[in-house]
């Protein structure tokens, strides 16, 4: 099966905490790409139908606050959300009514989340009036950036009272002044007319409608709709500084770290390996999307690795991401295992043993309308000899794939790997994905335990060219290395990946599978989070295509029971990846590299992972794809 050209974010969030707490010299962020979340703005039904009964208990206003609390309680630090209501300023009666479509009051900008501050704007709504819906969200999107992906949520328990303007032609019109307003809309108890216009203005933009018909069900819909709407790639890691030249590069320990790369530039760091461990090194970039076309657009990221003396250890890896300006992200990454070879007194000791290794990142080809840096996201892991590896490989074919029963659990896949969601286990989980987005899950297998996948993506009743997008899922190992990956063209219908197998699938996840004749094999010998990667590409006419989102549908399998694994040689007390991220790992810094060679540190667990995987390949038909170039 063809292999996607790897791309990639790094880093699960239980490894965050393992990250070294200090480094010497900071690089700049490049002011050319600076992801983060989709600044969104809340928009709150606040007439006095909001003061019904709810089911449930209370008002509907009471239990609309209290989704809005349990999403600001869930939405991430970094996350930019605002707050406009409608309703708040005037009575119902026919008097008020020109005074009451006109009253709509934005409490809290699309700025860096304040949670208290947005928690007691909240607190302090009163409903009492209209219903202006078209005429909130012309102002809410004021309130918003007037370049790049934005979204508006919306919740109302009703039709907009005070058309014109009509909310889904005041939904048409942002789009095609040429806002990337993305609009979520849910309904609060609504009737047959009242969903209709809300559905309306959702699918216009490319956004969602959900029903809530009580206080309970929205508190549990608003976080998952809200979280959709903020997802956006965002690198995580600590601030280095790699050099030119090999003999000052910072010393890195197990961890994640971030750096700037520059065009046709070469960035050196250090790594002490213990003697009979095993290094785990990736470097990974994510493009920013550029309008127009993609078909130079072909990217390429460079690792080597390097010995005593900066001998050259013949590790060589290359990946090359095509159609880099549809916003994919490009990943390098290498298993290294010189440590653990023992020295014969020749030249080549240089690159054997315990000993300061040194691995180097290169943007080494630039395509067309290339940012002149970007950020790059390191990963370092250092996994511990064994003393006893275990039982032998159970078998070097996949697990089979068991179909699980519904009904489906909703859930909302993660930006990044840093914040991809965890899935626990079998189970039939269902999301939806905005054109132009690939999203983390991640699901954990222990030893002796095999994980099979499929994805299914929904039928949107859309049809045309401009609706064809490529769609595309990758399965990782816990530190990054791709196990499968399936690729085809979506055209509005029903389709399954993979598309001629039942499923992707791992092998039982055994330490000696290191040792397999097969190659792929020998990269699942590892427990621990494997993360799945789903893609949507833009489509072939953007503008046309976000309308149309696609409904998707994850099927896992995780099959045989956890047994005992191997009996590592050093057990680290953060544990054996780092997953317990303890306080001495925290602790650890950089420090630069001092020109003398080191003999090791203390033995440290694997504590990241390597690279990862999916890249928007494609938009026709045919898929552009490449296998990744060793030598």
């Not at 286990?425 to 690939?438: N, V």
Request: hydrophobic share 40%; aromatic share 6%; glycine share 12%.
């Amino acid at each position: 099966m063809l292999r996607l050209a790897k791309v990639v974010v790094l880093a699960a969030a239980g490894v965050i905490g393992l990250l070294p707490g200090a480094a010497p010299a900071v690089a700049q962020e490049p002011a050319q790409h600076n992801p983060e979340y989709a600044p969104t703005m809340l928009v709150l039904d606040a007439s006095g139908s909001m003061l019904a009964a709810d089911p449930g208990g209370g008002s509907k206003m009471d239990a609309a606050k209290n989704a809005v609390r349990t999403f600001v309680g869930a939405a991430p630090d970094a996350s930019k959300v605002g707050l406009t209501v409608y309703g708040t300023g005037t009575g119902s009666s026919d008097a008020e009514k020109t005074a009451g479509c006109q009253d709509v009051t934005q409490l809290r900008g699309a700025e860096p989340l304040d949670k208290a501050a947005l928690t007691t704007a909240v607190d302090g709504i009163v409903p009492s009036g209209f219903t202006p819906i078209g005429a909130a969200l012309r102002k809410a999107a004021r309130a918003l950036p007037e370049a790049g992906p934005s979204s508006i949520v919306l919740v109302s328990d009703g039709l907009d009272t005070c058309s014109p303007p009509d909310p889904c032609e005041v939904a048409k019109e942002l789009t095609a002044q040429g806002h990337q307003i993305v609009m979520h809309a849910i309904g609060f108890g609504v009737d047959a007319p009242s969903r209709a216009q809300l559905t309306c203005l959702a699918q216009t933009t490319g956004g969602t409608y959900t029903d809530a018909a009580d206080g309970r069900t929205l508190e549990q819909v608003l976080p998952r709709v809200s979280a959709t709407a903020l997802r956006n790639y965002t690198p995580a890691g600590t601030r280095v500084q790699g050099t030119a030249q090999y003999r000052d590069a910072p010393a890195l320990a197990a961890g994640q770290y971030l750096d700037v790369l520059s065009q046709k530039t070469r960035r050196h760091y250090a790594v002490d390996i213990p003697e009979g461990s095993t290094a785990y090194f990736s470097g990974t970039v994510s493009f920013p999307r550029r309008d127009g076309s993609a078909l130079f657009a072909n990217n390429s990221l460079t690792l080597r690795v390097y010995g005593a003396d900066g001998q050259d250890c013949n590790v060589f890896e290359s990946e090359q991401a095509t159609r880099s300006s549809d916003g994919v992200a490009l990943t390098v990454g290498t298993v290294f295992t010189k440590a653990a070879e023992p020295k014969t007194g020749a030249g080549a000791d240089k690159c054997r043993g315990g000993r300061r290794y040194y691995f180097a990142l290169e943007w080494s080809n630039v395509g067309e309308n290339a940012p002149e840096q970007l950020t790059l996201e390191m990963n370092v892991g250092l996994e511990s000899g064994v003393s006893d590896p275990g039982p032998p490989p159970a078998q070097t074919a996949p697990v089979d794939f068991t179909t699980p029963p519904g009904p489906a659990r909703p859930v909302v896949g993660g930006g990044s790997f840093n914040v991809a969601t965890a899935l626990p286990g079998s189970g039939l989980y269902s999301d939806t994905l905005q054109r132009g987005e690939f999203v983390f899950y991640r699901v954990r297998a222990e030893w002796g335990q095999g994980l099979a996948y499929r994805v299914r993506y929904g039928d949107t009743g859309k049809r045309g060219s401009a609706y064809v997008s490529n769609v595309a899922t990758t399965l990782y190992t816990p530190f990054r290395t791709e196990v499968d990956s399936d690729t085809t063209a979506y055209t509005g219908s029903e389709t399954v990946l993979p598309s001629h197998d039942a499923a992707l699938a791992t092998v039982p996840i055994r330490y000696r599978n290191r040792d397999a004749d097969v190659v792929k094999v020998r990269e699942q010998s590892v427990p621990g989070w494997f993360y799945i990667a789903v893609k949507l590409s833009p489509g072939i006419e953007p503008e046309v295509a976000r309308t149309a989102p696609v409904p998707i549908e994850l099927e896992v399998s995780v099959t045989g029971a956890p047994e005992a694994g191997p009996v590592y040689r050093a057990a680290a007390a953060d544990g054996a990846f780092g997953e317990n991220g303890g306080p001495a790992a925290k602790e650890q810094g950089t420090q630069a590299a001092p020109a003398s060679e080191s003999t090791g540190i203390a033995p440290l667990a694997l504590a990241a992972g390597v690279a990862l995987v999916l890249v928007i390949g494609g938009v026709l038909l045919v898929v552009a794809l490449r296998r990744r170039g060793r030598r």
